[in-house]
Protein backbone atom coordinates (compact mmCIF):
# COMPACT_ATOMS: atom_id res chain seq x y z
CA UNK A 1 0.00 0.00 0.00
CA UNK A 2 1.36 3.64 0.06
CA UNK A 3 0.56 6.89 1.97
CA UNK A 4 -2.54 8.32 1.03
CA UNK A 5 -1.26 11.87 1.73
CA UNK A 6 -4.25 13.08 3.77
CA UNK A 7 -2.33 14.18 6.91
CA UNK A 8 -3.83 12.46 9.59
CA UNK A 9 -0.62 10.78 10.62
CA UNK A 10 0.75 14.37 11.35
CA UNK A 11 -2.12 15.62 13.81
CA UNK A 12 -0.08 13.57 16.38
CA UNK A 13 3.24 13.03 16.00
CA UNK A 14 4.40 9.52 16.78
CA UNK A 15 7.47 7.82 17.91
CA UNK A 16 8.18 3.77 18.65
CA UNK A 17 10.16 3.74 21.91
CA UNK A 18 12.46 1.67 22.47
CA UNK A 19 13.44 0.10 26.22
CA UNK A 20 11.92 1.29 29.25
CA UNK A 21 13.15 2.29 32.58
CA UNK A 22 12.31 4.36 35.92
CA UNK A 23 13.39 8.03 34.03
CA UNK A 24 10.92 7.27 31.37
CA UNK A 25 8.72 6.59 33.97
CA UNK A 26 9.10 9.66 36.14
CA UNK A 27 9.40 11.96 32.92
CA UNK A 28 6.08 10.37 32.07
CA UNK A 29 4.56 10.95 35.30
CA UNK A 30 6.10 14.77 35.00
CA UNK A 31 4.56 15.85 31.32
CA UNK A 32 1.08 14.35 32.66
CA UNK A 33 0.98 16.46 35.76
CA UNK A 34 2.15 19.53 34.29
CA UNK A 35 0.75 19.31 30.37
CA UNK A 36 -2.30 17.05 31.01
CA UNK A 37 -3.22 15.03 27.32
CA UNK A 38 0.08 16.59 26.10
CA UNK A 39 1.38 12.79 25.93
CA UNK A 40 0.26 9.25 25.71
CA UNK A 41 2.29 6.29 25.95
CA UNK A 42 0.80 2.63 25.15
CA UNK A 43 2.01 -0.24 23.49
CA UNK A 44 5.27 1.36 23.33
CA UNK A 45 4.28 4.14 21.04
CA UNK A 46 4.45 7.74 22.42
CA UNK A 47 1.83 10.08 20.99
CA UNK A 48 2.78 13.82 21.47
CA UNK A 49 -0.84 15.48 20.80
CA UNK A 50 0.30 18.02 18.89
CA UNK A 51 0.09 18.53 14.93
CA UNK A 52 3.54 18.49 13.12
CA UNK A 53 4.84 22.01 12.33
CA UNK A 54 4.92 21.27 8.36
CA UNK A 55 1.62 20.38 8.70
CA UNK A 56 -0.58 22.87 6.16
CA UNK A 57 -4.21 22.66 5.11
CA UNK A 58 -4.17 18.98 6.46
CA UNK A 59 -1.35 18.26 4.31
CA UNK A 60 2.61 18.11 4.19
CA UNK A 61 4.10 21.12 3.30
CA UNK A 62 7.21 19.52 3.24
CA UNK A 63 6.07 15.70 1.75
CA UNK A 64 9.11 15.38 -0.75
CA UNK A 65 11.84 16.20 1.38
CA UNK A 66 10.33 14.98 4.70
CA UNK A 67 12.23 12.76 7.22
CA UNK A 68 13.03 8.88 6.93
CA UNK A 69 10.32 8.64 10.25
CA UNK A 70 8.06 10.14 8.12
CA UNK A 71 9.13 7.96 5.13
CA UNK A 72 8.91 5.19 6.48
CA UNK A 73 5.76 4.97 8.60
CA UNK A 74 3.00 3.42 7.28
CA UNK A 75 -0.65 4.17 9.13
CA UNK A 76 -3.39 1.69 9.45
CA UNK A 77 -5.65 3.74 6.39
CA UNK A 78 -2.26 3.34 3.57
CA UNK A 79 -2.68 -0.40 4.72
CA UNK A 80 -5.89 -0.93 3.72
CA UNK A 81 -7.03 -1.04 7.68
Given at each position: ????????????????????????????????????????????????MVPCVH????????YEERPV?????????????
Amino acid sequence: MACKECGECCVKLVFPMVGSGQWFTDFTEFVNSTRPGLMELKDGILRLMVPCVHLKDHRCSVYEERPVICKNFLCKKARGE
